[in-house]
C-alpha cells in the first residue's frame, strides 16, 4: 500500500496512526501541499479530488478521504467495533468531526501555522465554534475515556489529529481537561509523541 500525503495535515496523519497502530505495511510518498503537489497532472490522474491523503492499495485500487481511509483500514481490528450500532457511533463522530470540527480546528491552524495570521486576524465565529467543538468534546469525554465505548476506536483517532495540535490555530485545552487527558491517553496507547 502506498499513502499519499502530507505530513503537516492532519488529515493526512489520520492515516499514518491508524496504519502504525495496526501494523499495517505501508510506503509513505510525500506530497508537498504547499507547494501545489496535489494539483500536478500525474496526481490528478491517480486522484482527480486534488486533495491529500490517498492511498494506493494492493492491486491498484485508490482510496481517497482520511475517515473512509480510516475506518477501510480498521475493518476486522479492534479500532473499529463489531457491533453495528457502535459502528453507526463511530461513524457519528467521523461525520461530526468533518462538519463541526475540522472546518475550524484545522482551518484555524493552517491560517495561523501556514499562512501567517495571527489569532486576532481569524474569523471570529471560526473561533468560536471551533472552541464550542472543544467543549462539546469535553462534555461527553466527562464521562467516558473514549468517544465510543467500545475502546480506541477511528473515532478518537480521527478527532485526535487536529485536536492535538489546536495550540497552533490559537486554541487552549486549559479550559478543556477531559479532551486534555484524552489527547494524553490517545498518544499513550498509539505511540504517539512530539508535534
Given at each position: 500500500m502506498k499513502v499519499y500525503g502530507d505530513k503537516i495535515s492532519g488529515n493526512c496523519l489520520k492515516v499514518k496512526?491508524?496504519?502504525?497502530?495496526?501494523?499495517?505495511?505501508?510506503?509513505?510518498?510525500?506530497?508537498?501541499?504547499?507547494?501545489?503537489?496535489?494539483?500536478?497532472?500525474?496526481?490528478?490522474?491517480?486522484?482527480p479530488q486534488g486533495q491529500v491523503p490517498y492511498v494506493e492499495l494492493d492491486g491498484g485500487r485508490v482510496l481517497a478521504q482520511s475517515n473512509a481511509i480510516i475506518r477501510y483500514l480498521a475493518k476486522d481490528?479492534?479500532?473499529?467495533?463489531?457491533?453495528?450500532?457502535?459502528?453507526?457511533?463511530?461513524?457519528?463522530?467521523?461525520?461530526?468531526?468533518?462538519?463541526?470540527?475540522?472546518p475550524y480546528i484545522a482551518v484555524n491552524r493552517f491560517q495561523m501555522k501556514y499562512l501567517g495570521k495571527t489569532r486576532h486576524e481569524l474569523e471570529s465565529w471560526r473561533v468560536e465554534r471551533g472552541e464550542q467543538a472543544l467543549r462539546f468534546m469535553d462534555k461527553h469525554l466527562q464521562?467516558?475515556?473514549?468517544?465510543?465505548?467500545s475502546g480506541i476506536s477511528v473515532a478518537d483517532i480521527a478527532l485526535l489529529a487536529y485536536t492535538r495540535l489546536c495550540h497552533e490555530g490559537g486554541f487552549t485545552l486549559d479550559t478543556t481537561p477531559n479532551v486534555a487527558g484524552w489527547v494524553g491517553r490517545c498518544e499513550k496507547t498509539l505511540g504517539i509523541s512530539g508535534p
Open positions: 496512526y491508524t496504519a502504525d497502530h495496526l501494523g499495517l505495511p505501508y510506503t509513505w510518498v510525500d506530497v508537498d501541499i504547499m507547494a501545489g503537489g496535489a494539483k500536478t497532472p500525474e496526481f490528478l490522474s491517480k486522484n481490528s479492534p479500532l473499529l467495533p463489531t457491533d453495528n450500532y457502535l459502528q453507526a457511533k463511530v461513524d457519528e463522530w467521523l461525520f461530526w468531526e468533518q462538519y463541526s470540527h475540522e464521562a467516558n475515556p473514549w468517544l465510543v465505548e
